[in-house]
């Protein structure tokens, strides 16, 4: 039910309506207990509202783009690309609108669950104040709580920041228009991903990385073949190039890094970065400790310092992915109702860079596993020797998988290629079930398919 009641009481409290909190909300109220969700701004958090929803519907766009201006390489004439942004922008609001009025009416229709709009500040341990644009305020005891307040972009100290209109990963969906020219600052996951899809809208794009290597994450040589993809694309990379200044100048914004390397663009976007939702918490008002990021400190059940408070999804810190936060609710689902006794400690964290083609990255890189003491095997290949990528025109990327000599089990794999995070997912599942890389090489794929390139890539080891 919605919503601003003045109702004091709950059994429990789930501060933020992100991808764990959600569901977390959803289950307590479905055994019993009189839940209350409270929500600043939009239900859905950051996925839905900001993160994968909206730049992956956007990013689909921009790959249309791209296929439309390679269609002639497939014996098509398409007539040419004309890119009208403001069509993309409403396509993605749309779909944005839809997710979150589906994730709305789930828990508006939930007996027993109280959607609560405004911002909460805990005044006590266990006690918050509610506070909400033109609502008065209400206070809220409860017996547990459990935070899942997100994370937001922040920047970097730059000079000049302050003092030019930049984006940041969420307004930048907002534009209405082609940039004629986009600086990035920032070479990670968020600004490859929007570097790329703006290139093929249309823009010029330079992306500054203060790192030797994109994807700091990653290994070496699976950064530079992400880098080679994105130059290819047009897009200009810049290593080893730490931005000190920005200033507003006639032609738009210069960003200058080193001391000497200057370029001019017409819009920037800051990727550098995301701070956890913690500074209007209150948190000073109870027992519960964050890091020196900001972050809610918890343990491997995500408890908190403070009995009876937990913390879920990015405000934790650790992996910012959906699938995380949504695994965090299962745990505790598990541990606090159903006699469980899970753990986020050694868990499978996969994830997929959403660059074109993708990246599909689980378990440990070569240079982890080297550092954690394996002695490993690793198998690398290039996406041009996959029979269904030549079929489809689409050989950009490699395939690599790192395994244990001395176990055969598969370590980790990093898939960068068409639908290389649905491919990661194959492995992902293998390792699972703890299969030998054997089972891999030996395995019968449909022909032609991208998995059966699988037996190729396990059979190197053998080489």
Sequence with gaps: ???????????????????????????????????????????????????????????????????????????????????????VRKRKRDIVDSFRRGNLNRIEKKPGLDLIRGEAMFTEPYTIEISGEGEKHQTVEAEKFFINT??????????????VDYLD?????????????????????????????????????TIFQRSAQLLTHEDQDVAEE????????????????????????????????????????????????????????????????TTDRGNIRVNQRLETDQDGVYALGDVKGGPAFTHISYDDFRVLRDNLFENGNRSIKDRPVPYTVFTDPQLGRIGLTEEDARKNGYDVQVATMPMESVARALEVDETRGMMKVVVDRETEKILGAAILGIEGGEIAS????????????????????????LAESLNNLFALLDD
């Design 226 to 289: 992400v880098r080679e993809i994105l130059e290819e694309d047009g897009v200009e990379v810049l290593l080893d190039k730490e931005v000190q200044k920005v200033e507003k100048v006639t032609e738009g914004i210069r960003v200058i890094a080193n001391g000497s390397t200057a370029e001019t663009g017409s819009h920037l976007l800051v990727a550098a970065g995301r701070a956890p939702n913690t500074d209007k918490l209150g948190l000073e008002n109870t027992e519960v400790e």
């Design 426 to 449: 194959a492995i992902q599942i293998a390792m699972m079930g703890e299969l030998s890389f054997r089972k891999m090489k030996e395995g019968v794929f449909a022909h032609p398919t």
């Design 150 to 163: 997100g994370a937001r972009p922040s920047a970097p100290p730059i000079e000049g920041l302050d003092e």
């Design 1 to 87: 039910m919605n919503s601003n009641k003045q109702k004091s009481n709950y059994d429990a409290v789930v501060i933020g309506s992100g991808q764990g909190g959600t569901p977390l909300s959803l289950y307590m109220a479905e055994q019993g207990l009189e839940t209350a969700l409270i929500e600043s701004k939009h239900v859905g958090g950051t996925c839905v509202n900001e993160g994968c929803t909206p730049t992956k519907t956007m990013i689909a766009s921009a790959r249309v783009a791209h296929l439309v201006g390679r269609a002639e390489e497939y014996g098509v004439n398409p007539g040419g690309v004309e890119v009208q942004l403001s069509k």
């Design 169 to 205: 990963s969420t307004s930048i969906m907002e534009l209405g228009e082609v940039p004629e020219k986009l600086l990035i600052i920032g070479g990670g996951y968020i600004g490859v991903e929007f570097g790329q899809a703006f290139r093929r809208f249309g823009a010029e794009v």
